[in-house]
């Protein structure tokens, strides 16, 4: 099992020289008055305070904002005359949601005209964003440092797979709407390492790219600030920005902090409605920067507003117009359809219909009556329609050895009228198909670089197969024609929608 995201997050802080900036201190008054102790006071004060000495010097070593580049090892793209420009940035929470930024990145990436920094696909909740609605949110720079370690530590680990190897960029690429760069490929061209040194065993070899990588995350992270027609670092969030295009500019946002809250929250701003290509295209500070670096990408509608991106359409700009509509729904790469469809039509050979049920995550381990209310009167309702027994494909973060007790394991043992199927992580056609995913590896070849190019000459053969359960399950569920029934707030049930909706399984 991956580490959690706080553990992974330390780890990757100590083996970087990464961290942030703390201080400590003692504060007292010694006591006079002679004692049997007084011979043993200064050795132990001494002791004392060098260890506090040494609590503070690692600390402060660990800061990127505390060690600022020179002008001699700043990437060598930052001394050159700039060429392309590119746009990076932090997503961050579960698959659905990092889906969700990954198409709003498209979107921007088109209308700042922009090679887009593909990422990899984070391990879930490994970076959190917070909460929007009530203003409480990592800084962008916070974030794009998490980020930013996370991402390299899943290269270190041999455990990197890139959105592009999941998602098919396909029509984006061949019509050339949109640019895209493997991060790999950009890490290692920006940064001046061989990434392929990640798979030996030389400590020397490490500990010198290990630097230039500290160096470049100190960098795009945005800690040392802004640098010339090199790096623009974007400081705006759902807290203070709403992003729009080719509407109204500068003008106060519907939704905003009531001032009870503002004045317990002890801030002052207000969320702004700006136009992306005024701020940040061409003839702004941010347009002549070789690299554009955004915080989250994260938005959603919110009290008749949405949290950060407003852009809907772009009916001035036909091109941008185009993207908006083949960003509405980014369909899963051909390995992963294949596997989905075959699982639905060879293994279930039967009409069904598809119950997604989130039982154990954060709020929806507290509502499972409501979860399973839904569910069983869909059944019911089959169950005087149709003939027996009823197929149901379950997809559920509830292991099948702990169903006994509840709904699940009700209908497990009724199996008469219900026959019910289940994917699991080890099965073949999952190993299968994650082999085939490491074999096309599509992120190492969609970026925008010289035909002869191969980026995976320089990167390490992972040591494990990626976890593609939760994709195949999804694509299964697009496959139900009797139906489907997800739980209610969960991101995935949204995403299972839109494929049901586009026809993903046709």
């Given amino acids: 099992m991956p580490q959690n995201g706080d553990e992974m997050l330390t780890n990757t802080r100590k083996e970087m020289d990464f961290g942030h900036r ?8 010694r006591n006079k008055r002679p004692t049997i102790f007084t011979s043993y006071r200064a050795p132990l004060l001494l002791f004392t305070f060098i260890i506090i000495a040494i609590f503070i010097s690692s600390k402060i070593s660990f800061s990127p904002s505390l060690l600022p580049l020179s002008p001699d090892s700043r990437p060598p793209q930052c001394t050159h005359t700039p060429g392309d420009k ?18 709003n990145a498209i ?33 962008p720079n916070e974030l794009r440092f998490r980020v930013w370690n996370h991402s390299i530590q899943l290269i270190r680990d041999r455990r990197y797979v890139s959105m592009a190897d999941i998602v098919d960029l396909s029509s984006l690429v061949v019509t050339s709407t ?53 790096f623009v670092a974007s400081q705006e969030d759902c807290r203070t920005t709403v992003w729009t295009y080719q509407t109204d500019d500068e003008v106060l946002d519907s939704f905003q902090a009531d001032e009870e809250f503002k004045k317990k929250r002890k801030f002052s701003f207000s969320r702004t409605r700006k136009d992306v290509s005024r701020a940040l295209g061409p003839g702004s500070t941010a347009g002549s920067a070789t690299v554009l670096a955004f915080g989250s990408l994260f938005t959603g509608p919110y009290k008749g507003s949405e949290s950060h991106i407003d852009i809907h359409e772009a009916p001035n700009d036909q091109r941008v117009q185009l993207v908006i509509q083949k960003i509405e729904f980014l369909q899963f790469v051909p390995e992963i359809l294949n596997a989905g469809k075959s699982f639905a039509h060879e293994t279930i050979s039967a009409p069904f219909l598809c119950a997604q049920l989130r039982l154990l995550d954060g709020q929806f381990k507290n509502h499972w009556d409501g979860t399973f209310q839904v569910l069983k009167q869909t059944l019911d309702s089959l169950k005087q329609k149709g003939t027996l027994p009823i197929h149901v494909f379950i997809m559920t973060d509830l292991p099948r050895v702990n169903w006994t007790g509840s709904y699940l394991g009700d209908l497990e043992k009724d199996s008469d009228v219900f026959k019910l199927f289940v994917l699991r992580e080890d099965d073949e056609l999952v190993a299968k198909t994650a082999k085939k995913l490491v074999n096309a590896a599509y992120g190492l070849k969609l970026q925008y670089v010289s035909s002869s190019f191969d980026g995976r000459e320089q990167h390490c053969s992972p040591l494990s197969l990626p976890d593609i359960l939760l994709y195949v399950e999804e694509t299964i569920c697009g496959c139900a024609s009797l139906g489907f029934v997800g739980t209610a707030g969960s991101t995935i049930a949204n995403s299972i929608e839109l494929m049901r909706k586009n026809h993903a399984c046709s």
């Fill in 22 to 29: 703390h201080g400590g201190g003692v504060a007292g008054k």
């Fill in 107 to 139: 979107l921007m990436a088109a209308i700042l005209n922009r090679t887009l920094i593909v990422p990899p696909v984070l391990d879930h909740h490994a970076v959190a964003l917070g909460s929007c609605p009530k203003f409480r949110v990592l800084d």
């Fill in 178 to 230: 949109v640019r895209f760069m493997d991060f790999r490929i950009f890490v290692s061209k920006w940064c001046d390492v061989n990434l392929s040194l990640a798979c030996t065993a030389d400590s020397s070899m490490h500990s010198s790219m290990l630097e230039k990588l500290r160096q470049c995350g100190s960098l795009l992270s945005g800690y040392d600030g802004n640098v010339e027609a090199c």
């Fill in 86 to 103: 590119y746009l990076w940035y932090a997503p961050h929470s579960g698959f659905s949601n990092q889906l969700s930024e990954f198409r």
